[in-house]
């Protein structure tokens, strides 16, 4: 039998560092341990993220404007340690072992959470009602287990939806092609979490007690850690390729010592590797692009770039592979940059809308409470709903007129997503205009709720969870893809950030907001009483930059130029 029927071609090893065989690794047989683990590991953080604003509010004893911006800013961070993550995962130890190592912390940060919420003298006391005052110890015992999460989870997103779509070979059309569906599958397991999160846990807290209620979440990740290592033997491994940030440096430094070299006009004469293998560890070879010419110079041949033995000094001479890892990492950065808004609108979920849902009725017949923040489930129902739709329905219909195998581009997915969010926001503004009406009518600016039912905010929250599937989803396929190959960690993460940047532009515009329109004595748009402020100029502003942003992302989808790899890994 022909060795490349046998072991994958994209350069991936066993756990034990064998070339992976084919027949016994990846593919679904790992992916389901993979997706197990997301789903008790994102059931774990939103158990513990989806209710925090009302924990700030009720026992850190928070105001609206400053517990949403503390949620903000620790998901934030959330999305930024991906960063740290993913460049030991690619430079280091590979995405396994980076995992394997983060979710220790995690699982550390997610304890002590659970007993600054139940252990006495570490809970917040001095408590009246729903209203406790902690002293600064417990603060600061609360917010070190938050980021002691935020730096575990830092080691987990950027790798985890890398290391699944490395079970499937590229070299390997088949299998391909389940990549693309893989990723479907990965946000709904994300999905699946998220939804049991959403109702049994928020209730949990609401009505037995924020010690239960982070401790579920606690067990919950324990069982994801469980889950990613019983499949430790299925996995395919991609071996770390060195840091990316020291063959970035030096492009960068090559190019600049050739400043006044000239590219010449034949772009074969530019230094390539005469291997069908790239000498980058884990990375198949990239076609020569024209666009950042500038670059090019670094892979310009001189008397000056060789050294002792024949070797090349890298700081003086690049391959064409290296010089197009930088120009891809640059041309990604625009597309990257339009992820912004959107995350800015997706984070109301967990901020404004649990706000605006306090204040209407939450009744669900006459005894039963639903809590604001177990709406979210609705976003969960939609992205449960849509994700085999798009999968199963829509991407073979597409197929017949776009002739594209996967429905879409990947761009065209996410510009979809981008213009469902506008409406989005539209809807949130439109529900609080009519709210806002009825307190002026009645004269009820003081009371706590109105008497209008919390499921108005049903639609708001599906049309979110619609923008995901093609949004967020169109991301994870669209940044892996486009990645080069041994960076795909560092740009998963990269993806990820644009969640953290929206975090705190989402804060940013809270802060500013509240200073413009709080002066002269006014409540402002987002006061602690909402009766009196104006939620709804906020989501109109929301939705006014997602439209400037879909402009934007127009005119640089028109321009961006998929990847071309070609050879093999080594």
């Known amino acids: 039998m022909d060795e490349k029927d046998v072991y994958t071609e994209d350069g991936t090893v066993d756990i034990h560092k064998n070339p992976a065989n084919k027949k016994t690794t990846g593919n679904w047989k790992a992916c389901r341990f993979i997706l197990g683990n997301e789903c008790c590991e994102r059931l774990a953080y939103y158990g513990m993220g989806t209710n925090l604003v009302n924990y700030l509010e009720s026992r850190l004893n928070q105001g609206n404007a400053t517990a949403a911006n503390n949620v903000t800013n620790w998901s934030g961070t959330c999305y930024i340690t991906p960063l740290i993550g993913a460049f030991l995962a690619d430079a280091y130890l590979g995405r ?298 829509i991407v073979p219909f597409a197929r017949k007129f776009t002739r594209q195998e996967r429905g879409f581009t990947q761009l065209q997915r996410m510009g979809i997503g981008l213009v469902i969010s506008i409406f989005a926001m539209i809807t949130a503004g439109v529900l609080e205009v009519v709210r806002l009406d009825y307190v002026k009518t009645h004269n009820a600016y003081d009371d706590k709720t109105i008497p209008m039912s919390i499921f108005w905010q049903i639609p708001q929250y599906l049309l979110i969870g619609c923008a995901e599937v093609f949004t967020f989803i169109g991301q994870l396929e669209f940044f892996y893809d486009q990645a080069p190959d041994a960076m795909r960690s560092l740009c998963s993460a990269l993806s990820l950030t644009t969640v953290a940047l929206g975090n705190y532009l989402s804060t940013v515009l809270v802060t500013v907001v509240m200073r413009l329109t709080k002066k002269n004595g006014k409540p402002g748009w987002i006061p602690d009483n909402l009766n009196r402020g104006h939620l709804d100029y906020f989501f109109y502003l929301l939705a006014t930059l997602s439209f400037l942003n879909f402009l934007v992302y127009l005119w640089i989808s028109k321009r961006y130029k998929y990847k071309k790899a070609i050879g093999r890994a080594h």
């Not at 417990?138 to 490395?166: E, H, R, W």
């Not at 004469?269 to 990239?286: C, N, V, W, Y």
């Not at 669900?364 to 199963?392: C, H, R």
Request: contains cysteine; charged residues 15%; hydrophobic residues 45%.
């Open 96 to 393: 396994y072992w980076t995992i394997a190592t983060f979710v220790f912390i995690y699982v550390s940060g997610m304890t002590l959470l659970t007993l600054s919420a139940s252990v006495p003298g570490l809970k917040p006391g001095n408590c009246n009602g729903d209203t406790c005052h902690p002293n600064s110890g417990q603060t600061a015992v609360f917010f070190v287990a938050l980021y002691m999460i935020a730096l575990g989870t830092g080691g987990i997103k950027p790798c985890v939806s890398s290391f699944g779509a490395d079970q499937f070979d590229e070299n390997d059309e088949a299998e391909k092609l389940k990549k693309s569906s893989f990723f479907n599958w990965f946000y709904f397991s994300i999905n699946v979490g998220a939804l049991v999160a959403a109702t049994v846990l928020v209730w949990i807290q609401m009505n037995v007690g924020w010690g239960w209620g982070f401790g579920v979440p606690t067990v919950a990740m324990v069982i994801a850690v469980v889950f990613f290592f019983l499949g430790s033997r299925f996995y395919r491994l991609q071996r770390p390729g060195g840091s990316p940030l020291t063959r970035i440096f030096q492009v960068i430094v090559a190019a600049f010592r050739k400043v006044s070299v000239k590219v010449p006009e034949d772009k074969s004469l530019l230094f390539e590797t005469a291997d069908d293998e790239s000498k980058i560890t884990g990375s198949r070879k990239l076609e020569h692009t024209d666009n950042l010419m500038f670059f090019d110079k670094a892979a310009v041949e001189s008397h000056s770039d060789s050294i002792k033995n024949g070797e090349v000094n890298p700081w003086r001479l690049c391959s064409v592979t290296q010089v197009e890892e930088l120009k891809s990492i640059i041309t990604l950065l625009p597309v990257w940059a339009s992820g912004i808004v959107f995350a800015t609108v997706y984070s109301q979920m967990n901020t404004m809308f649990v706000l605006q849902g306090n204040t209407m009725d939450q009744h669900m017949g006459k005894n039963f409470e639903i809590p604001s923040a177990s709406l979210s489930l609705f976003d969960t129902v939609s992205v449960l709903f849509w994700t085999p739709v798009y999968d199963q329905f």
